[in-house]
């Protein structure tokens, strides 16, 4: 049988076809306007890449999550991206205790059990501080390609500017100052990774953090965050191989325990 997740997320949207215990592939493609037709194409590329036939009727059971989740309408049930990010992390990190997310829109963190299980969450998803939104306009404002590209110029940065202002806003404000006094484009990405990093460890304080703790989502791809969280948490921080597909991967494992 052939089961599939779907995540659509706010920014991209991530389909997992998975069989036999096994991932058969995966696609991850921007959201976009049309939220349905994102899911579909995603879904259908999926399957191009696992290597089965371009039609969802081959697909035995899916489950949508992720924030545009009820506009799969393909799909059998719709469950929770965090019981489904807690799902997807342990079968890839069977240790894992602790997820930090960071995705286009929200930060989350989750502490899960030695199944998998949920035992509790806080969520960020009132404000773009602390998300990959904010990264983004940080990376318009210094000219860089893509949040990826900062981590590494982040850490040349041997002076991290401190960026204060919670709001993404305000904080724009900041870092064009600050660039307006000459501070290297390496600290001032620095500075910025530190804020982002503060943020999301605030938040993520209210649970018990404990290791494995597993870094998902788009913004895991940036080492430079990832060495800032590190340094907040003080304690090492896991990165899958493919970070943005947690939800979707936990959305298929899902879907192949409801038949």
Do not use: W
């Not at 089965?52 to 929770?80: C, H, M, P, Q, W």
């Not at 807690?86 to 240790?95: D, L, Q, R, W």
């Amino acid at each position: 049988m052939i089961f599939a997740g779907v995540d659509v997320g706010a920014a991209t949207a991530k389909t997992v076809i998975f069989s036999n215990n096994s991932i058969l592939g995966y696609s991850i493609i921007p959201t976009g306007y049309n939220v349905k037709l994102a899911a579909e194409r995603v879904t259908l590329e999926a399957m191009e890449r696992a290597g089965i036939s371009k039609s969802l009727d081959e697909l035995d059971y899916v489950i949508s999550t992720g924030y545009g989740r009820n506009a799969v309408t393909f799909a059998n049930k719709s469950v929770t991206e965090i019981i489904c990010h807690a799902k997807g992390a342990h079968f890839m990190v069977p240790e894992t205790r602790t997820i930090v997310d960071i995705g286009g829109q929200d930060s989350k963190a989750i502490e899960v059990d030695e199944k998998g299980n949920v035992r509790d969450f806080v969520m960020n998803d009132k404000c773009a501080a602390g998300t990959g939104r904010f990264l983004e306009v940080m990376a318009d404002v210094l000219e860089v390609g893509s949040i990826d590209s900062m981590g590494p110029m982040s850490l040349k940065g041997g002076s991290p500017c401190n960026i204060s202002s919670t709001c993404t806003i305000f904080a724009e404000s900041e870092v064009v100052s600050l660039r307006a006094e000459g501070r290297s484009r390496e600290d001032l990405i620095a500075g910025v990774h530190r804020a982002v990093a503060s943020r999301v460890a605030v938040m993520a304080k209210r649970l018990k953090i404990k290791p494995e703790v597993i870094f998902t989502g788009g913004v895991a791809k940036n080492i430079g965050v990832k060495r800032a969280l590190e340094e907040e948490f003080a304690m090492d921080i896991s990165v899958p191989e493919e970070p943005q597909i947690m939800g979707a991967l936990g959305a298929a494992l899902l879907a192949a325990t409801a038949t």
